[in-house]
């Protein structure tokens, strides 16, 4: 019988568990641990409504005031897990605190990766909402802007930049942006979107360093030795899972907490979004996920095992990006050795679905400015329909008909 329940971060994975824990009528002691100060907060605005100004920043608290008061927890908000005694069941904080738990659940997301150079001023990264209002600020002042990174981050950012009137310029190590998500042939179209609205590319090639001047940023180089002239650099190459913390506790840590199928990293002990590496009997295979609706999903999930279901945790991916006008829906997995075809709409048009496969089944949808067809068409990934015989693009209605 759990007495009391741990949750080592507090956004969105770590909020979910604690109100679903609270739904299933658990009502033991229950303490969420964050390090930052701020209520949890939705991450996905910080790039778009919050760098563009349109949302103030108490938009993106996930709950009131009076909902955290409702939720009966401990909240040790500003305050960084920095050990975990498993042997001791206690999780030590920065300042010498320890809280021991019966149930322990790690939900301490991501950190950027940093470039050399990332601490000169005028260099930023995105992961916080501070980091968001600080970079907004920055971006007030009209400064030629460098995207180091061509990811969903980047590519973000460069859109919102641009809609601000900023030179921009985009950088990226591969040839397209977002070429690990999408593949060549989205990313090409990405590609092609963002040169439509003046920004500049340039791509599949990385930076080599960060160039200073009076202690300040002043351009980046390229490994071909050009340079671009920058007042203001984002530095967007990925992230790392937040696990340094966790260093000597015996968890089994590779790209994130390693968990079996019901994000169990040991006896007691799950993770939950952006940290956990679980493997996902849907797709047979280890999976982490850096998906919004993941670390709800997830969070529902963890908090039934930790009340006993022992259910195994499944989720199909979705997420979505925002860039100018295009709103790019994604559902499944998208293998950039596998099968595509667009089955309905024109990508002429800037309106079109797009499906994805492999070893014969359907395993991604994609939607751009196509909300209806995904929603539509998403069913074919999680009943892991056959792939068309023909190589030809498939109707929709065809598709659906099977």
């Known amino acids: 019988m759990l007495s009391r329940v741990v949750i080592v971060g507090a956004s969105a994975a770590g909020l979910t568990v604690a109100e679903a824990l609270r739904r299933r009528g658990y009502d033991g002691k229950l303490t969420l641990i964050g390090d930052e100060p701020h ?7 910080l790039s778009k409504q919050i760098l563009a100004g349109t949302w103030e920043p108490d938009k993106v608290r996930l709950r009131s005031d009076a909902a955290l008061d409702g939720l009966g927890a401990d909240l040790l908000l ?10 001791r069941r206690q999780v030590l904080v920065a300042g010498g605190a320890a809280v ?26 995105l992961r916080t909402l501070d980091d968001a209002l600080t970079l907004r ?24 930049a641009r809609e601000m009137g900023l030179d921009v310029t985009l950088t990226g190590l591969l040839p397209v942006p977002m070429h690990n998500l999408f593949g060549p042939r989205l990313g090409g179209l990405i590609a092609e979107m963002h040169r439509d609205h003046g920004v500049s590319l340039r791509l599949g090639i990385g930076v080599s360093r960060l160039i200073e001047a009076a202690g300040r940023v002043a351009g980046v180089e390229l490994a071909d030795g050009s ?17 340094g913390w966790l260093a000597g506790s015996d968890l089994c840590l590779s790209d994130g907490v390693v968990c079996d199928s019901r994000c ?43 009340l006993g279901d022992d259910l195994p945790v499944a989720p199909v991916p979705y997420f979505w990006t925002d860039q100018y006008d295009t709103k790019i829906q994604a559902y499944g997995i998208f293998p950039p050795d596998g099968e595509f075809q667009i089955v309905s709409g024109d990508p002429v048009d800037r309106r ?51």
Do not use: C
């Not at 500003?78 to 042997?87: Q, T």
């Not at 952006?274 to 997830?298: C, I, K």
């Open 137 to 160: 600020a920055a971006l007030l002042d009209r400064p030629k802007l460098v995207v180091a990174g061509a990811g969903f981050l980047g590519a973000e950012v460069a859109a919102v």
């Open 78 to 87: 500003g305050h960084a897990a920095v050990g975990l005694d498993a042997a």
């Open 227 to 243: 340079v671009i002239d920058a007042d203001l650099v984002l530095v967007a190459v990925g992230s790392n899972p937040a696990t």
């Open 100 to 125: 021991g738990y019966d149930g322990l659940v790690i939900a301490t997301g991501v950190s950027p990766r940093r470039l050399p150079g990332t601490d000169l001023a005028g260099v930023h990264l």
């Open 39 to 45: 209520p949890p907060y939705d991450r996905p605005p």
């Open 352 to 402: 079109f679905a797009a499906t994805y496969g492999r070893d014969g089944v359907m395993t991604g949808v994609l939607g751009w400015n196509a909300p209806r067809e995904v929603r539509t068409l998403r069913q074919l990934v999680v009943d892991r329909a056959p792939w068309p015989a023909s190589s030809t693009s498939s109707p929709l209605s065809a598709l659906m008909a099977r």
């Open 264 to 306: 169990q990293a040991a006896p007691g002990i799950y993770a939950a979004g952006d940290v956990a590496s679980s493997y996902n009997p849907q797709f047979g295979a280890r999976m982490r996920l850096e998906h919004r609706m993941n670390a709800t999903e997830q969070g529902i999930a963890v908090a039934g095992n930790l």
